[in-house]
């Protein structure tokens, strides 16, 4: 990866030059020779130590890139401009609201590497907000005036008017200063950053399943566990380039801001989902991994320019699981998706399904539907475990592991979030027993491995029976006409809720029902997916009602929002 | 894996039937939801969880294996077994003697299932001795009554006198008698272990600096995080399979016997050092990593069965780094040499020399001279610092980056022992500043890497210049008549000390020679030699002596023992 040769960085970003760069991290007192404190930012001083020729970031959109002792120069200078802030102490919230470009990953370091606490999206009560001009306008106009606003213009220091390269500046100021030619090079010891490693350092807001956004709060332990598992699990290694599609400001990026550093390899930026660079990105620039939800996985395949890459590209997904046509398209153009399951409160992927080789040679709808679960630990995960549902008592009971008692996911252990942020209450009911509830209902398979049936929410009850929407969409999507579909409850007179399914035609499908009027098409359609649903599930959980759509409400993470489409029906 | 399809495992190696087992770790009073304490029992549980039906451990010359759900059951067994052990205590001590076989790999869960400490080797003060019968005429022939003596004869419960089998029976019987129908299933839960993982679970014994036998302290947190190291840095993966050259017994085998298992890999037991089963292995068993000393790679390389391996196996080399011969050499075999370093206080490797792709392209001796190096920290390793050597202080100065300024190494992190057993005064010396003190010296690169001169008691003091046995053996082992080599100083009338080399020829040395009387061989020897080194080296370091040998005597990791090539000079 040498793709910008002609890029010179700014002096922020320029390590000192005619000797190494000093990597000490200072460490708290008392310490002990046989511990240090897990924490992200090892990574990135290992890699700068390590590596410092490699690229550690590049944004070819933007033309330029860092290498990892660039990298480590510039986010010292972002941690010295942090602790010159008026006021600034430890544990102070760094807001960021940016879309993949360094900005953001500066500051999954350099948050931390001041001691503050990386507060992605959420700039309530931020002592510092770093922003890129593409979102500033979603600030308030007025902010307290002890709230300091930096925004990027994504320059990396080409263009004189960026004030986020102006910050970093500051910083580069404080360590001009700080040199003296008579003494032991000082530059990361600078810092005098501490850690306790169960100290909080980011906050990850979410809906969850009240509905009402609550921080979720990161530890140093955690993000670095967390890391750990994902570098692993998806077989990361020092070739990895990874391709930021994934926004980084959920769930941390699921921790690879880190787990990418952890193995020293390459993050490749891009600032919006635009399939034609997911392309130029996966032929041209030796990407070997990226991650995302189904629906992004579609928009993927189905580009013009989709084909078969010389080189195998681990995609992990997450949410739903791919159907057996998005399985075998991906297979056919050297895309091998890993099915991981999580949520914000666990630091994105918890778990993860595990696929043995000898499945290779069952066909591809048996095995969608077998790596469809998931549930497996990750190395660094605790056992993930159904329980009987019991929103009040601390006991849990595990479900049998035989594929039909429902319960609920609960999880453990070090990459689950130490709490809601100034939300006590909300935090000992999630993790009453001393396990985080998910609210997402699953079978157990003796196997060990969970399915997913549905958010406790998003369940449909129909004439007393529970049907998962989970379920009914993986069936729906397993059939040809289906590039995507969503299925809520609608009420029904006999059966007070039943099934109303949402469907974006695949090109098959707009093929077969092109020819016919809106009520003959509508008819095609429910004769033959009904049919299709017979074979696979009880009666009563087979759609009643069905509506084409050509897109389905999604939030800026790739869900779809259920809640809206709730809403559509009830104003029919 | 399926080599043994006929083999019945005992009773106490066959999980439940009709249900999952149960593998719930026992926690401490009070529990976060959000910590769970780092030991390396958690990577067997979850393959067992996982991947109940891959071989875990395999064991060919013994006809028998184990799939990880099979040794889940026999560990839980082994773990009851010792704490039914009369007197029992947590922290008490199980001693191993035993070669690469199962019962030192079952060892290393059940013990610290138990909550017992591993002590391999080292049977002075344990509660219970693990002997396997192949050394069992090692023990003395009275031991305390209190001790508890248990013999395998390896048989994997095929055999009915088997004491080892018979001790599992007894684990097997307390978790039968503690079945009720009518419960939830209770198989680990039974153990009731709890884990500070802080506290000490393996000693693992060392001369050391010193030359007195003093055991080291392995914590469960260390232990964890060496093998994550290990796996990470070794790139093991589920497809892994681990030849079992290394002795398990020294540094608990690097933490390999958790490193491989956190990777749901196999485990490939092989009871002594034999070149023509290790062929077998790399040819038919897919084997895909082993670790070793140089020498035992010299004699896997020179082996009549070596030839070209169908798939790269990855192996570990400590010590002294391979030769640009032996380098070229196994690489034409596909045997990819890894160059890390360690000591026993290290839990085996620590750091390592990372590699570049695009050093490829340089030619074998340039990039053997650039292999040989170290230092560079594994992924949960904290830097490896080069200072000034203080044997009164604590305060660290790092030596200058140039490749010359002479410093000892010093290591501190997660990856270093708790301290020496019962020995305050040394583990204080030994830690002074919050650094492990290693004795050796280095000068360090201006890329950051160190490069090892000497143990400390092996440099050779030659008219007031410090000479590096480990440079002058390198260079010697760079000479196409050399197979491997070793050099310790001598007494010299003018010099005080000069350098005597011991040399074993290679087939090409033995050619050269073969012809000429003993005189004329060593004369020729002399002038060949000392004409490579003249090139290579300052002149007072080049050898005044040299002895042509057919083996150096060696500890039974594979380190030549300088100290009996003194004193053989001493007896001249």
């Not at 500066?106 to 931020?126: R, T």
Request: with cysteine.
């Amino acid at each position: 990866m040498h793709l910008l040769e002609k890029y010179a960085p700014p002096l922020s970003s320029r390590p000192p030059e005619g000797r190494p760069l000093d990597l000490a991290l200072k460490l708290e007192k008392p310490i002990l020779h046989y511990v240090s404190p897990l924490t992200p930012i090892h990574f990135l001083l290992r890699a700068a130590l390590v590596r410092p020729n490699h690229v550690a970031v590049t944004h070819p959109e933007a033309r330029y890139q860092f290498t990892y002792a660039q990298w480590a120069m510039r986010i010292l200078c972002l941690a010295l401009a942090l602790k010159n802030v008026p006021g600034w102490k430890r544990g102070d919230r760094v807001a960021v609201l940016s879309p993949n470009v360094p900005l953001i990953a500066d500051a999954h370091y350099g948050v931390l590497a001041a001691n503050g606490i990386l507060a992605p999206l959420n700039h309530a009560a931020a002592r510092v907000i770093l922003v890129d001009h593409s979102v500033s306008h979603l600030l308030p106009e007025t902010l307290p005036k002890e709230v300091t606003v930096v925004v990027s213009m994504d320059s990396g220091g080409q263009h004189a008017d960026d004030a986020y390269e102006a910050f970093l500046m500051q910083g580069y100021n404080i360590w001009k200063a700080a040199q003296r030619p008579d003494q032991q090079p000082r530059d990361w010891s600078l810092l005098e950053q501490s850690v306790d490693e169960l100290e909080t350092c980011a906050l990850c807001y979410t809906s969850g399943t009240t509905g009402r956004p609550k921080g979720v709060e990161y530890t140093y332990r955690g993000c670095y566990m967390g890391a750990i598992g994902n570098a692993m699990e998806s077989d990361l290694n020092g070739d990895t380039v990874y391709l930021w599609v994934l926004p980084m400001f959920h769930c941390c990026g699921w921790t690879f801001p880190w787990a990418v550093t952890a193995r020293m390899g390459t993050h490749y930026m891009l600032r919006q989902v635009d399939y034609a660079q997911i392309w130029d990105a996966l032929l041209h620039s030796g990407v070997t991994h990226y991650s995302g939800a189904p629906t992004v996985q579609l928009g993927v395949v189905n580009h013009r320019q989709a084909q078969k890459l010389p080189h195998m590209v681990r995609v992990s997904v997450a949410a739903s699981a791919p159907s057996a046509t998005l399985l075998g398209r991906m297979e056919s153009l050297n895309l091998q998706p890993v099915h991981v399951y999580g949520l914000t409160e666990t630091y994105g992927p918890n778990n993860r399904r595990f696929i043995e080789p000898e499945w290779l040679h069952f066909d591809l709808d048996t095995r969608s539907r077998l790596q469809a679960r998931q549930g497996h630990a990750m190395v660094t995960s605790d056992e993930t475990r159904v329980v009987q549902p019991n929103e009040t008592s601390s006991e849990l009971i595990d479900v049998q592991r035989d594929g039909k008692q429902v319960g609920e996911i609960v999880m453990r252990g070090n990459v689950i979030m130490k709490g809601y942020y100034r939300d006590p209450d909300a935090t000992k009911q999630a993790t009453r027993g001393n396990y985080f509830h998910t609210g997402d209902l699953a079978v157990r398979h003796p196997g060990g491995e969970a399915q997913i049936l549905d958010r406790g929410k998003d369940i449909i009850i129909s004439g007393g029976e529970n049907i998962s929407s989970v379920m009914v969409e993986q069936e729906l999507a397993a059939h040809p006409w289906v590039a995507e579909s969503a299925v809520v409850a609608r009420a029904h007179p006999q059966w007070v809720e039943a099934v109303q399914a949402f469907v974006i035609l695949s090109p098959e499908g707009q093929q077969a029902l092109h020819n016919l009027d809106d009520a003959a098409a509508n008819a095609k359609l429910l004769d033959t997916l009904n049919a299709h649903c017979r074979n696979h599930m009880s009666k009563f959980a087979i759609p009643k009602w069905y509506s084409v759509v050509t897109e389905l409400p999604k939030t800026s993470t790739g869900k779809i929002q259920k809640k809206v489409l709730r809403e559509r029906l009830a104003k029919l």
